[in-house]
């Protein structure tokens, strides 16, 4: 039997003090992480930890710490993890519990750290805002406003304010003089809940916009419980309008990001610094996906830069890390940065020709480890057994997905469960198993675990998307879940079936916020 290394809270606090670099992983599933973790702690769970840990954790000689429920992940987690090449893996000792009991916050739900610091630019820069009921009058009034929504474009299309228009994060200071109709606009920030729309607002009053700029109150959240409707399947965009960049915000922006601490860079300083093993190097491109897959710097990732303020931590994994941010109007990235640098993070924002070094084209492709060799399985074949065997079919792609559309008579199954369901009397009779995904990647992960536990599985080639590419159909009928669905925590601000009770305990929870931070004294928060 191994024996993991341990790191104790006092220990991890010390780093996380020091600003030393360090990942604090937790393995269990989303539902289950969002009731209670660590305020820098990261959500890695074991049933996605192959197809996010290297591109999450990029640098092998990172200090890992890894925690469950003393449920077998963390034994699991580390000999993958060790198989990988990561030299400094560690438990949690004593877990969650020896955190509370040595002196430090638990918080709940996702993204609590960036919450949390919206919360606290708020309490301290007393960020303007104004009710659903107020905005609601300046609607019916047909007032001079426009109301612009900072969250990612299919947020906004799920539900979004009356009139309002999608203008993610940090795209608003860029794009926010082209969409007021005159020098007398009123703006209005909305997001789903509080975070986007505080960073948002204070980030036009921070640049100096010339426009009174408030934040929409506690965002669709806020309308709903004031009984106010909203609207459903909007496409309305910034790219509807064309975009003209003022150059005195484009300099107030830089001012903000180098108050923020951000040091700006040229490109043969960024080689040096991806150079430096030492330490983990994140470049960020924040600019549109579409400009993006247009043409970007090999090796850096896109997300778009209100959300890798919101959820920093789902990006960057590695508290301590550098971050260099990359725009090539420059504005979005010395935005961003500037509420990086706010947070406490190590944050640069590279300046070069941009023509230049912008040259790869399309998507991001992430880093996945190797996979043992697997057997596969053609559409045309599962067909044919599925008429003439007794196997099982098991979907382990996320809940959500599984249920808008799968295969017929196929199984949904938290990968994490896999080994244990395997070894199962009704599966060791089956005469083969089958797994499968949208396009296969995590099946992959997925038989490789279980393939010495079962003479046959195998893998459907091209998983659900081939299926149906060979005219087969997939189906919502005949829903069979072998595994609690807590593979995601729902927002209670997402979506449009939420009970008024669950959004409310949200905000009061939001509200909270600035305590907890107080109290857990690790953050590193500061406003300019």
Known sequence: MFQIPELNYAQIRAKLLAREEIAIVDLREEHIYAQAHPLFS????????????????????????????????????????????YRQVHVLKGGTQAWARDGDELFIDVNSATKAFGEWVEYYKHTPSLSAEEVQEKIDANDNIVILDARRFDEYNIMSIPSGRSVPGAELVYRAPNLVKDENTTIIVNCAGRTRSIIGTQSLLNAKIPHPVYALRNGTIGWTLAGQSLEHAQTRSFKDVQTELKPELLENAKVLAQ???????????????????????????????????????????????????????????????????????????????????????????????????????????????????????????????????????????????????????????????????????????KDAVILTYGRSVLAHYTAEEIKAFHKKVYVLDGGNVAWEKAGYALTVDNVQALSPQIDRYKRPYEGTDNSHEAMQAYLDWEFGLVDQLKKDGTHGFFTI
Do not use: C
Request: charged residues 25%.
């Open 259 to 429: 108050k923020a601490r951000v040091r700006i860079i040229s490109f043969e300083e960024l080689q040096k610094l991806q150079a430096e093993t030492q330490r983990t190097t994140y470049i960020f491109d924040v600019r549109d996906e579409d400009e993006y897959i247009q043409g970007h710097l090999d090796g850096s990732r896109w997300v778009v830069g209100g959300q890798l303020v919101q959820e920093t931590d789902h990006n960057a994994a590695v508290h301590g890390a550098r971050i260099v941010l990359i725009d090539d109007q420059l504005i979005r990235a010395y935005m961003t940065a500037s509420w990086l640098g706010q947070m406490n993070w190590e944050v640069y924002v590279l300046e070069t020709d941009f023509s230049e070094i912008l040259t790869t084209r399309g998507t991001w492709t992430p880093s996945l480890p190797i996979v043992d060799t697997v057997e596969l399985i053609s559409p045309e074949q599962l067909k044919k057994l599925k008429s003439t065997q007794n196997i099982a079919i098991w979907d382990v792609q996320p809940f959500a997905l599984y249920k808008k559309a799968h295969i017929p008579d196929a199984a949904w199954l938290l990968k994490a469960e896999a080994v244990e369901r395997i070894q199962q009397t009704e599966f060791q009779a």
């Open 42 to 85: 990261t959500n890695i769970s074991l049933s996605r930890l192959e197809v996010e840990i290297l591109n999450r954790i990029p640098r092998l000689e990172t200090i890992i710490v890894l925690y469950d429920d003393a449920d077998g992940r963390v034994e699991r987690a580390y000999q993958k993890l060790i198989r990988y090449g």
